[in-house]
């Protein structure tokens, strides 16, 4: 698979991503996956500034993106796959696209109902839940750097 990093982070293209993960992967393209911003052409446009003239990025809604996932296998480059949520990845999981992947947990920030599991990581009960069904498909960590320590799923459970 030609995709180096699944990453939940609602921040989806900013410094930590491009700077810390980008670099250090060699990644040249960036998808992108949420409903709202697959539709708003205004939007993609602010976050696609942000990548260099060799970077690219590709935003798709959650059925497009699972419809395609296996697509990304045989594209040239390296990239890495977002969504701004845990559901979003939920659902890639359980159709299957994930399956024997690593999915990282980046930066989940705090928000009413939300219970703090690592300084970057908060997780509401529903999160949880998403993180143990998208676990039961594939690996699911916590690292907001690559040079950073893992915490797996089960450490951050406790």
Request: glycine share 8%; proline share 3%.
């Amino acid at each position: 698979m030609s995709l180096q990093l699944l990453r939940i982070d609602e921040r989806l293209i900013h410094g930590q991503v491009l700077v810390g993960w980008g670099n250090r992967l060699g990644l040249d393209y960036y998808v992108i996956v949420d409903d709202a911003l697959a539709s708003s052409e205004w939007e993609q446009e602010i976050w696609a500034s942000a990548l260099s003239d060799d970077e690219c990025v590709e935003f798709l809604s959650v059925a497009a993106a699972a419809a395609r996932l296996e697509d990304f296998a045989g594209r040239a480059g390296r990239g890495a796959l977002l969504t701004r949520d845990t559901a979003a990845m939920r659902v890639l999981a359980e159709c299957g696209c994930l399956d024997g992947c690593a999915v990282n947990v980046g930066g989940l920030h705090p928000a009413p109902g939300r219970e703090k599991v690592l300084d970057y990581v908060h997780l509401s009960p529903g999160e949880r839940e998403d993180l143990r069904a998208i676990g039961r498909h594939c690996r699911v960590s916590a690292r907001d750097l690559p040079t950073a320590p893992e915490v797996s799923l089960e450490e951050f459970e406790r």
